[in-house]
């Protein structure tokens, strides 16, 4: 079992910018992948931004150049960086991670909204 505890959501203004944490209850290094999802009502979850093991990132067209995924084992955390935000980006944003068995846990998601 891994718990995800999400934070750093808020209200921001067009253009400008947020931290999301995830803090996981066990070592980062651990697992074969962590991501951020975001899902805004009535669509699906959707993949922002995807890291592995070995560190390759893979992001959502629409976030390339704007957001950055990153962690800090030494801290058990996942980050994501996000600038240059648009009221588009609004949703929740949730993390995920999955082990080296392919188990997926999803911490409880944390609100980011951007105002025009």
């Known amino acids: 079992q891994v718990q995800l505890v999400e934070s750093g959501g808020g209200l921001v203004q067009a253009g400008g910018s947020l931290r999301l944490s995830c803090a996981a209850s066990?070592?980062?290094?651990?697992?074969?992948?962590m991501g951020w999802y975001r899902q805004t009502p009535g669509k699906q979850r959707e993949l922002v931004a995807h890291?592995?093991?070995?560190?390759?990132?893979n992001y959502l067209d629409s976030v390339q150049r704007r957001f950055t995924i990153s962690r800090d084992n030494a801290k058990n955390t996942l980050y994501l960086q996000m600038n240059s935000l648009k009221p588009e980006d609004t949703a929740v944003y949730y993390c995920?991670?999955?082990?080296?068995?392919?188990?997926?846990?999803w911490g409880q998601g944390t609100q980011v909204t951007v105002s025009s």
């Open positions: 066990r070592n980062t290094f651990s697992m074969n992948a």
């Open positions: 890291l592995t093991k070995g560190g390759t990132t």
């Open positions: 995920n991670v999955q082990t080296g068995l392919g188990t997926s846990f």
